[in-house]
Each structure stands twice: as C-alpha cells, then as structure tokens.
Nanobody, 123 residues
Framework: QVQLVESGGGLVQAGGSLRLSCAASGSIFRINAMGWYRQAPGKQRELLAAITSDGSTNYADSVKGRFTISRDNAKNTVYLQMNSLKPEDTAVYYC?????????????????WGQGTQVTVSS
C-alpha cells in the first residue's frame, strides 16, 4: 500500500507565498510522475502542475510563472512553491502520484491521492 501525505497549507495574505510538500511512503518500486491539483468550492478539481521522473514539468496557465513544482526522488517527495498568491488560489490542494508499487505477485501501476491540504489566501 502507498500513502501520500501533504503538508504546508494554511492562511496567507495576497501576494504571499506558501510551500506545499507531499511525501509518498509504502511499498513503492518507482514513482513515475507526481502532480498537484486543487479544488475550490463548487468547482472541478484542476491540474496545476506535474513533474515526471526525469524532471520534466508542465503547468496550468493560471499558475505559470507563479508556482514551481519540484521533487526529491531520494525522499519520494514533491513540492509546490507558490508565490504571488491571489484570493482565487484559495482551494484544497491535492497531491497525486502515478507510481509502480510492490505487491505479492510482483509490481502494479497505481494512481494515488493525498488527503488534501487547505490553502486560503486573504485579500
């Protein structure tokens, strides 16, 4: 089994910064890609940023230039540095991992979610 645990959310004023972390643990053979999503009340969950195992990244237009995704492969951890935060960035932020996990019969590819962390940006 694999667990993803996010941390770093909180309340910040507009223009401020936060850094989210997501640590993956469990029977992990390989993490193929990791990403950050968010979901605001009444809205669909949206992909913000993703990073592959070789470090390639992509971003949603809404956060490009303000958010930076990075990962520490040795720690199975992905980060999201969020700068110049706006009130419209207020949402629950979720970590997602596409990974290969050990099972009794060998390995299996899974897609897992963290529990979410609240980010609130005040104006």
């Amino acid at each position: 089994q694999v667990q993803l645990v996010e941390s770093g959310g909180g309340l910040v004023q507009a223009g401020g910064s936060l850094r989210l972390s997501c640590a993956a643990s469990g029977s992990i053979f390989r993490i193929n890609a990791m990403g950050w999503y968010r979901q605001a009340p009444g809205k669909q969950r949206e992909l913000l940023a993703a990073i592959t195992s070789d470090g390639s990244t992509n971003y949603a237009d809404s956060v490009k230039g303000r958010f930076t995704i990075s990962r520490d492969n040795a720690k199975n951890t992905v980060y999201l540095q969020m700068n110049s935060l706006k009130p419209e960035d207020t949402a629950v932020y979720y970590c997602n991992a596409d990974l290969t996990a050990w099972v009794v019969a060998g390995t299996v590819t899974t897609n897992d979610w963290g529990q979410g962390t609240q980010v609130t940006v005040s104006s």
